[in-house]
């Protein structure tokens, strides 16, 4: 079957996720954790910009649904993976990143349809809180280890996988936005009255929308999981949401190619700023100020111009 | 005759303390180009948005095509058959000519979710002929040459009729028209009016239109329901309208003494 763009793109960017993978064996650890952890960011920044950028719904509760996502996934492979032998519980690593991420996204669902009807501010802060539920519910939940943390999570977690699930996640988002249907998502974010009018089920958009981004955001959280090896509640507060944010305006919202440069950008910026210690985060803040000041429409506005579809 | 497309019966709303339509009782018939006319703030938008389930009527009922339309999202109506523009114009900015009328094209072509992420066979000729329909209805209408321009760039009257356009692509049976000739000169206004009998008569549907402009309603519509302070004063024939006692008193105020009506 002769593969069209989209989907080539997609091969191509899973066979070079694989292809480093086998070569991360030789690669400094140091190196190999914020690789993973660039990786991470691109699927969660991407699936961040259906919601805040394709579909306008400014959404605060990212990190909510990679906490959901994460501790389930890590839950699996710890209970249900230790009746297996080691090879097994390996072989079964896609299936628990599959289930954190179908659980966050039917946790998007519960939260999505009565919170989807308020807009702008209102919705921000309704995701906010939903995200703080989220992290008190791990924190006070014993067999999730409570507040001291979920620890001796299997290191699962390889080059290959988050850059194979990042390309999976930026050509769901690419493709589903590039169709007549995904037209939907933006003329729901450009005006909801005239959406409605021209038979576009708003609600329905922004809960596919809504949903489509937990998803991601879990299987981020279970790559995560298996890439520490430790989660801790705090590790998911409304700092990680905004982080997420914070890449989704500066790439440019709904701007896919600008935000994966953000995320990859605010992944590696503090860890180049290390030498700076105290003073690090103050120069991250500052950067992202001017930054902000000069860039104000994306940081890498690369003229995306709206083709119909390839 | 059979039963009229579009019937209000008795329609109110209420808005706090406010009736903005107050018992409109009136219909559109199949392929009818009906007039609504009144005073500023007399009600007519209100009345779109009742047509179109923004807002739900307080009392009254209407119906489509004999079902009532109480309680369903405008998205369903648009499904239905009801499509409209706006007083001010609400294009989809983001998005290229081209696919502000492909996304109104979308609600009858059956595609979603999981065939845009396969991206097969069947999904990519969907796509291609709803692009071939979409530009055809751009080429009726000469827009076709800025397809790829943002919309909102556009110049006024053409963004005017692209939202005609985009009201078109969902294949409606009744069209509601909310001052369409607004801001525009007279020459474009006589261009309107040959472009809305032409609408009516080539996609066989029926029209109701809200416009200040007398010229261009008494010259098209063939029905005229008046509106003051939420209440229909009058409906009739644009002549019947023209020398109706209450509506000469709604736009130019009561006379000292009784006049002759005038001739126009």
């Known amino acids: 079957m002769p593969l069209s763009g989209a989907k080539r793109w997609l091969i191509v960017g899973i066979a070079l996720a694989v292809l480093a993978s086998l070569g991360s064996g030789y690669m400094n650890r140091y190196y190999l954790g914020i690789a993973n952890d660039v990786g991470i960011a691109i699927i969660l920044a991407t699936s961040l910009n259906l919601i805040n950028g394709h579909t306008g719904q400014f959404s605060l509760g990212h990190a909510g649904f990679m906490a959901v996502g994460g501790y389930f996934a890590a839950w699996l492979s710890l209970k249900i993976g230790a009746s297996f032998s080691p090879q097994t519980a390996k072989a079964m690593f896609p299936l628990s990143l599959l289930a954190g991420g179908l659980f966050a996204a039917l946790i998007g669902l519960l939260v999505g349809v009565p919170s989807l009807r308020l807009k702008g501010d209102y919705l921000a802060i309704v995701t906010l809180g939903f995200g703080e539920i989220i992290r008190v519910v791990a924190q006070n939940t014993e067999a999730v280890g409570a507040a001291s943390g979920l620890k001796g999570i299997p290191q699962y977690t390889t080059l290959g996988w988050t850059f194979g699930l990042a390309a999976v996640t930026v050509y769901c988002v690419t493709s589903i936005v590039n169709s007549t249907y995904g037209r939907g998502f933006l003329a729901v974010h450009d005006d909801e009255i005239a959406a409605e009018s021209s038979g576009i089920s708003t609600t329905r958009y922004k809960v596919v929308a809504f949903v489509t981004g937990a998803f991601f955001a879990g299987v981020a959280g279970g790559l995560y999981a298996h890439h520490k090896q430790f989660l801790s509640p705090t590790g998911f507060d409304w700092i990680k949401s905004i982080e997420i944010v914070v890449m989704v305006i500066l790439g440019g919202m709904g701007r896919t190619v600008g935000v994966i440069a953000a995320a990859i950008l605010l992944t590696l910026l503090p860890e180049f700023l290390r030498e700076f210690s105290e003073y690090r985060m103050i120069i991250y803040a500052l950067m992202i100020i001017f930054l902000m000041l000069l860039r104000p429409g994306g940081l890498f506005v690369f003229k995306t111009k709206r083709r119909p579809t390839a | ?264």
């Not at chain 2, 339309?69 to 114009?89: D, M, Y």
């Not at chain 2, 969907?126 to 076709?144: D, G, P, Q, V, Y």
């Not at chain 2, 008193?249 to 005038?262: C, F, H, K, N, R």
């Open chain 2, 1 to 264: 005759m059979s039963a009229p497309l579009l019937e209000l019966d008795k329609v109110t709303i209420r808005f706090g303390g406010l009736t903005a339509v107050s018992e409109l009782t009136t219909s559109v018939g199949e392929g009818e180009l009906v007039g609504l006319i009144g005073p500023n703030g007399a009600g007519k938008t209100t009345a779109f948005n009742l047509i179109t389930g923004v807002y739900r009527p307080t009392s009254g009922s209407i119906q489509f095509a004999g079902k009532s339309t109480f309680g369903i999202k405008p998205s369903k109506l648009a499904s239905v058959g009801i499509a409209r523009t706006f007083q001010n114009i609400r294009l989809f900015g983001s998005l290229s000519v081209l696919d502000n009328i492909r996304v109104a094209k979308q609600l009858h072509s059956g595609e979603g979710y999981l065939s845009a992420l396969w991206r097969g066979k069947g999904f990519k000729q969907n796509e291609s002929t709803i692009e071939k329909e979409s530009l055809e209805l751009l080429k009726i209408f000469n827009l076709a040459k800025f397809r790829d321009e943002m919309a909102t760039s556009l110049p006024y009257g053409d963004q005017r009729r692209l939202e005609i356009v985009r009201a078109l692509a969902t294949k409606p049976k009744l069209l509601l028209l909310d001052e369409p000739a607004a801001g525009m000169n007279p020459s474009e206004k006589d261009d309107l009016m040959h472009l809305i009998r032409s609408i009516k008569e080539r996609f066989n549907l029926a029209v109701l239109l809200v416009e200040h402009d007398m010229k261009v309603v008494m010259g098209i519509c063939q029905k005229i329901a008046v509106l003051e302070y939420g209440r229909k004063i009058a409906e009739g024939t644009p002549k019947e309208i023209q020398c109706h006692p209450k509506v000469i008193e709604a736009y130019l105020g009561a006379a000292a003494t009784p006049i002759e009506p005038a001739h126009a």
